[in-house]
Nanobody, 125 residues
């Protein structure tokens, strides 16, 4: 069982930036067999794909509409995945989830088998 823990959320103002972290229990990413993804879910809305990074070569994928404001990265030694979000707006208010999986496509929630509990991001205007 992969254990994922997100952190870095909070209350911010419009225009601010945040870096979310996802710590995994799988050890160094050199041995991590999982693709890692970030999703979010706002109240009353479906879970939305944001970004993913592959298990092997570290390739990255983004939701096209958000690509300019997002950066996904990983720290192999710390077994942690990050999501940088810039120019936050009230519409970005949601619970942000980290996920691990081995299926494709990476933009689909069902491709991921393991999920964290989420971290709340609230953006005030």
């Amino acid at each position: 069982q992969v254990h994922l823990v997100e952190s870095g959320g909070g209350l911010v103002q419009a225009g601010d930036s945040l870096r979310l972290s996802c710590a995994t229990s799988e050890g160094p990413f050199s041995r991590n067999p999982y693709n890692m993804g970030w999703f979010r879910q706002a109240p009353g809305k479906e879970r939305e794909f944001l970004a993913a990074i592959t298990r092997g070569g570290g390739r990255t994928y983004y939701e096209p509409a958000l690509k300019e404001r997002l950066t996904i990265s990983r720290d192999d030694a710390q077994a942690t995945v990050y999501l940088q979000i810039n120019l936050l707006a009230p519409d970005d208010t949601a619970v942000y989830y980290c996920a691990a999986g081995q299926a494709v496509p990476l933009g689909r929630a069902r491709s991921y088998d393991h999920w964290g509990q989420g971290t709340q991001v609230t953006v005030s205007s």
